[in-house]
C-alpha cells in the first residue's frame, strides 16, 4: 500500500476469550467450516437438481429451498456487513469516537441510534458493523442503541413497510424502535457506571482530537489503489468470521423450522392477547431470520392477525432476544453478563409497547 498514512491497527481480540493467540489461530474454526459446508450443500443442491430433488421426500426438497431462500435474501446485507466492517478496520478509534460523541452522554447515545436507523443494512450487516464499533472504541451503550434501533429501520424496507401496512404504523414502529434504542443505551452506559458491567477496552482517549481536519489530511495523503482496496476487502472478510459462523447456524436452524413449521400458524394463532404476543416473541425468539424475510411476516400480523403489536414485536425481539445477537455480543466482548442482558434491558419495553399497540389497534 502506497500511503502516508499509518497501517491500519490489527483487530483486538475480546478480552479473554484466549489465553495465547498461537493457540487460537492453530485451532480450526469447526462451527464456521461444518456451518458454510452444509449451507452451500443445501444452496448447490437447490440451484443445480432442482429436478432430481423430485425423487427426493419433500421436506428435503423444501429444506434445500429454504436455505437458498434464505441466504438469496440476506447475501446483500452481508457483504455490505462484511464492507464496512473492512472499510471501519481502517478509521483510527479516535475517528469513531469524534463522530458518535461522548459514549457516556445523551446526545452519543442518539447519535448512535440515528447511525443505526439511517444505515441502509439489514439485521445481520447491522451485526458486524456493530460488533466493529465496539472494536473501535463506541461504549456500550451506544453499541446496544446502534444495534437495537437499526436492523429493519433501512430506508429500503420501510418505503416496503409503508406499502404494507401503511404510513401510520410504519412511522409508530420507527418512533417507539428509536425510543427503545436511546433508553436501552441509557440503561447500559448507568449499568456499566455504576460497575454492574465492563467498560469498553477499547475506548480511545480524543486528546483535543478534531475529525474533520485530520480526515481530510489523511484522506489526501492516502492512496486508493488496488492493493489498498483488496486488503481491506480482506480484512473485512476475515474479521467478520465471528459473526459469520452464527449467521450460518442460524440459516440451518430457521430453515428446518421453515420446513416443519407452516407459516400459516404465524399468521392465524397469534392474534392480539397476551398469549399472542407471548408466541410470537417465542417464535421470533427460534426463528432466525433476516429482516427483509421478517417484515412481510410481521406486515400479516399487523393486517390479516389484526395484531400491530405482535407485528412489532416480531421485528423488534429478532435483535432482543436472537441468539446470533447474544453470541456475537459474548464473542466480541469476552462477557456472558453483557449478552445476557440484552434481553433483559429490551424485552420488557418491547412487551409494553407491543401490548399498549394492539389495546390501540382493537
Same mark, same amino acid.
Given at each position: ?7 491500519? #491497527?490489527?483487530? #483486538?481480540?475480546? +478480552?479473554?476469550?484466549?489465553?495465547? #493467540? ?21 444452496? @448447490?443442491?437447490? !440451484? ?49 469516537? =469524534?463522530?458518535?460523541? /461522548?459514549?457516556?452522554? %445523551?446526545?452519543?447515545? @442518539?447519535? =448512535? ?11 445481520? *450487516? ?18 446496544? =442503541? ?41 440503561? %447500559? ?6 460497575? /454492574? ?10 486528546? *483535543?482530537?478534531?475529525?474533520? +481536519? ?20 480482506? #480484512? ?23 420446513? %416443519? ?15 399472542? !404476543? ?32 405482535? *407485528? ?26 453483557? =449478552? ?23
Amino acid at each position: 500500500m502506497s500511503s502516508s498514512c499509518p497501517t491500519p #491497527e490489527p483487530v #483486538e481480540p475480546p +478480552p479473554g476469550c484466549c489465553s495465547t #493467540e498461537t493457540t487460537k489461530k492453530s485451532r480450526p474454526d469447526i462451527l464456521l467450516m461444518s456451518t458454510l459446508v452444509l449451507v452451500s450443500f443445501g444452496y @448447490l443442491m437447490d !440451484l443445480l437438481f432442482t429436478e432430481q430433488l423430485t425423487s427426493f421426500p419433500i421436506a428435503v426438497g423444501v429444506l434445500f429451498s429454504a436455505v437458498r431462500g434464505i441466504m438469496d435474501s440476506m447475501w446483500i446485507g452481508l457483504g455490505l456487513g462484511m464492507l464496512f466492517v473492512g472499510l471501519l478496520g481502517r478509521v483510527p478509534r479516535e475517528f469513531v469516537t =469524534a463522530l458518535l460523541g /461522548k459514549g457516556d452522554t %445523551f446526545v452519543g447515545i @442518539l447519535r =448512535a441510534t440515528f447511525a443505526g436507523v439511517l444505515l441502509d443494512l439489514c439485521s445481520h *450487516g447491522i451485526l458486524l458493523v456493530a460488533m466493529r464499533l465496539y472494536q473501535r472504541g463506541a461504549s456500550l451503550g451506544q453499541v446496544m =442503541a446502534f444495534l437495537i434501533a437499526s436492523p429493519w429501520n433501512s430506508l429500503s424496507l420501510t418505503v416496503i413497510l409503508i406499502a404494507l401496512i401503511g404510513w401510520y404504523w410504519t412511522l409508530l414502529f420507527i418512533a417507539c424502535s428509536m425510543i427503545i434504542g436511546v433508553v436501552s443505551g441509557l440503561i %447500559f452506559n448507568v449499568l456499566v457506571a455504576s460497575g /454492574k458491567l465492563p467498560e469498553n477496552p477499547n475506548t480511545a482517549d480524543l486528546n *483535543g482530537f478534531k475529525a474533520w +481536519p485530520e480526515a481530510k489530511q489523511r484522506f489526501k495523503a492516502t492512496s486508493f489503489d488496488t492493493t489498498w482496496t483488496m486488503s481491506m476487502l480482506w #480484512e473485512g472478510i476475515k474479521d467478520s468470521r465471528m459473526i459469520v459462523r452464527w449467521l450460518l447456524l442460524g440459516v440451518l436452524l430457521a430453515a428446518t423450522i421453515r420446513t %416443519f413449521v407452516p407459516i400459516d400458524s404465524f399468521q392465524t394463532y397469534f392474534g392480539a392477547t397476551m398469549a399472542g !404476543l407471548g408466541m410470537t416473541l417465542i417464535v421470533a425468539t427460534i426463528l432466525e431470520i433476516c429482516s427483509e424475510g421478517s417484515t412481510p411476516i410481521a406486515a400479516d400480523l399487523v393486517t390479516r392477525a389484526e395484531a400491530p403489536g405482535n *407485528g412489532f414485536a416480531f421485528l423488534m425481539t429478532g435483535v432482543a432476544t436472537d441468539y446470533t445477537e447474544i453470541m456475537s455480543l459474548k464473542e466480541t466482548t469476552g462477557s456472558w453478563k453483557i =449478552a445476557l442482558f440484552l434481553p433483559l434491558v429490551t424485552v420488557p419495553q418491547v412487551v409494553l409497547f407491543s401490548w399498549v399497540m394492539n389495546l390501540a389497534g382493537t
